[in-house]
């Protein structure tokens, strides 16, 4: 099983950029969500989806856009990339069966120059 | 709104020992989810342990168990005979139970264990 795929593993981009980090699921889970990691914050929730065609704000959204056409991905689009946005990035899916943990990708890490 | 605290920065163990990390949360909930995970290095989240609000039995995976006081909204990590592997940062984190409003999983800000040979 693939679990939980994210890419890239590493980016780089310039400030004003745009690109879309890519998060795909072979679990057939209903929910996918995506977190930022800083230094000596924890994880926080960037925005979620309960399914295909639904998403909802999490945290800290502003920055970030989101689509889910398929059950299976859920890009996260940076529309115009600031230095604030250098970090780590996590896609998490679950079943919608409430007693469920999240599954991790692997991260992208982000640096915004 | 939730909050998870985790108190203790930086823990370090000697191999075989065991460790307490710990854990307080904040919520006005009554059902809800707890979890500890694991960041190696490599940076993967992988999940160590879970436990729902309404069992009042603790949670025990191998030597990785939890200490869950619910009024005290207390959910301490204790791993047994520490192995080199067990060093990483810990996350605890909550979720609440309700849908449409649980996906939402708060972190506290990880614990870096140290495992000494």
């Known amino acids: 099983n693939a679990g939980v795929t994210q890419t890239p593993k590493f980016q780089v981009l310039k400030t004003g950029q745009s690109m879309t980090l890519q998060c795909a699921q072979d679990?057939?889970?209903?929910?996918m969500s995506w977190y930022r990691q800083d230094p000596g914050m924890g994880l926080r929730l960037i925005h979620y989806s309960v399914g295909a065609g639904i998403t909802d704000q999490g945290e800290v959204p502003n920055g970030y856009n989101v689509s889910r056409s398929t059950t299976e991905d859920f890009p996260l689009r940076l529309l115009s990339a600031a230095p604030s946005q250098t970090s780590v990035y996590f896609c998490a899916s679950r079943r919608e069966l409430m007693n469920t943990e999240a599954f991790f990708g692997q991260g992208t890490r982000l640096t915004v120059v | 709104a939730q909050t998870v605290t985790q108190s203790q920065p930086e823990m370090s163990v000697q191999e075989a020992e065991t460790v307490t990390l710990s854990c307080t949360y904040d919520t006005s909930e009554s059902d809800y989810y707890l979890f500890w995970y694991k960041q190696p290095p490599s940076r993967q989240m992988i999940l160590v342990i879970r436990q729902e609000a309404y069992k009042q039995q603790n949670a025990t995976e191998n030597r990785f168990s939890v200490n869950f006081q619910k009024a005290a909204k207390s959910f301490s990590l204790k791993i047994s005979d520490s192995q080199l592997g067990d060093a990483a940062m810990y996350f605890c984190a909550y979720r609440g139970s309700y849908r449409g409003g649980s996906e939402k999983l708060v972190f506290g800000k990880g614990t870096k264990l140290t495992v000494n040979p």
């Open positions: 679990m057939n889970h209903e929910y």
